[in-house]
């Protein structure tokens, strides 16, 4: 028995990067995948990637697991919601959803300080990367609360606050980590877990491309960025989220931010190579970047540090003048 068998999930963006590797793992471990994107054969990604949700499915059928590829644009509420009837009619059940669209949108890739920033793509940034976002929870959270079960989780680049890219772009990734915690509380009577999750450094496609190098040659590129020797393949946060959908404990860590990484040390899973690469405990080289990056990046770390104790502080306050009347009411 693998530990997700007789199970059904969705990953959302599993044409490449951690979506791909997510699905691989899903798969590896016994799921039903479906994985959903805009790229198939003959209709290419708007990023001019060669990669194909149908590509993903057959790595997963190739190692002994079941895939099922469905073009879906996760911006059109018409088709998310026609795909989740879809696995309602096929499947009758659905245990885990994995929302990984627009993790390289090129419309990202802007760093532009906020008065700078190119605003007139904006709006199809944020429809990309976040309605998107919005639009599949929706849907999921109804099939899931139908059953009463289900993980929903929430893919992102970070475990703090901050992100990298302009304030658009950093606006759409905390919106990413901050999804479960709005969405927890409410799905909690139902049985859903809600979860946010990002990967260390990822050797996704277009970053080995970046370096020029390969998934066997990748140790190479250490002598353009010596913190890419502390890389994980894209495989190591699908097997992340495997280890989260597995746990007893999964509605206690409903609503949080988890790291590849820290679950890595938890749970005690390895990356395809046997290595459990840690990124939390990596001395960062702060040397590959501009030294004004690197200030800018300290700078918005201390201030955010400063800023989440006040409102853990805050919010320990509320807890503890509402609970006794608004617990003991519900009791």
């Given at each position: ?8 999930a969705?990953v959302?963006g ?7 590797g997510i ?16 790229s198939?054969?003959g209709?290419p990604?708007?990023y001019?990637?060669?990669?194909t949700?149908?590509?993903?499915a057959?790595l997963?059928?190739a190692a002994g697991g079941?895939?099922i590829?469905?073009r ?9 919601e026609a795909l ?7 499947q009758g059940r659905?245990?885990?959803v994995v ?7 090129p419309l990202?890739?802007?760093?532009n300080?906020p008065?700078a920033v190119?605003?007139?793509?904006a709006e199809?940034l944020?429809?990309?990367a976040l309605l998107?976002r919005?639009i ?10 139908a059953?009463r079960?289900?993980l929903?989780?929430e893919v992102?680049e970070n475990?703090g606050l ?6 658009v772009?950093?606006?759409a990734?905390v919106?990413h980590?901050?999804l479960?915690?709005m969405?927890?509380p409410?799905?909690k009577?139902?049985?859903?877990a809600?979860v946010?999750?990002?990967p260390?450094f990822?050797r996704?496609?277009q970053m080995l491309?970046?370096?020029g190098?390969?998934?066997?040659t990748w140790?190479d590129a250490?002598a ?6 502390e890389s994980?393949?894209?495989?190591f946060v699908?097997?992340?989220i ?8 999964l509605?206690?860590r ?6 590849s990484w820290?679950l890595?040390?938890?749970f005690?899973f390895t ?9 939390g405990?990596?001395?960062i080289?702060?040397s590959?970047l ?5 200030t800018?990046?300290?700078?918005g770390?201390?201030l955010?540090?400063r800023w989440?104790?006040?409102l853990a ?6 807890v ?5 009347s608004i ?5």
């Open positions: 028995m693998k530990p997700l068998d007789g199970q059904v969705v959302a599993a044409t490449r990067g951690a979506g791909r699905a691989r793992a899903l798969g590896e471990a016994g799921a039903i995948v479906y994985c959903t994107g805009r198939v054969p209709q990604s708007p001019k990637r060669p990669e949700i149908d590509e993903t057959a997963i059928e079941k895939a590829p469905v879906v644009d996760h911006t059109v509420e018409g088709e998310v989740f009837a879809r696995i309602e009619r096929e659905l245990d885990i929302d990984s669209v627009a993790g390289e949108d990202m890739a802007d760093w300080a008065w190119d605003l007139t793509v199809a944020l429809r990309q998107s919005l599949t929870a929706k849907h999921a959270c109804r099939v899931m609360i059953h079960r289900g929903l989780v992102t475990d901050s992100g990298s890219g302009n304030i772009t950093q606006m990734k919106s980590r901050a479960p915690l969405l927890a409410q799905l009577e139902h049985g859903v809600a946010a999750i990002t260390g990822l996704s496609e491309e970046h370096f190098v390969t998934e066997a140790r250490g353009k960025d010596p913190n890419f020797l994980e393949s894209p495989m699908g097997r992340a495997v280890a989260l959908a597995t746990d007893p404990r509605m206690e409903s609503g949080h931010l988890f790291s820290e890595g040390r938890e005690g990356d395809v190579d046997g290595r459990r690469p840690d990124w405990m990596k001395e080289d702060f590959v501009p030294a004004a990056l690197s800018l990046i300290l700078d770390m201390e955010q540090a989440l104790h006040v502080e805050r919010s320990d306050r509320y503890t003048r509402w609970s006794p617990r003991g009411r519900s009791g």
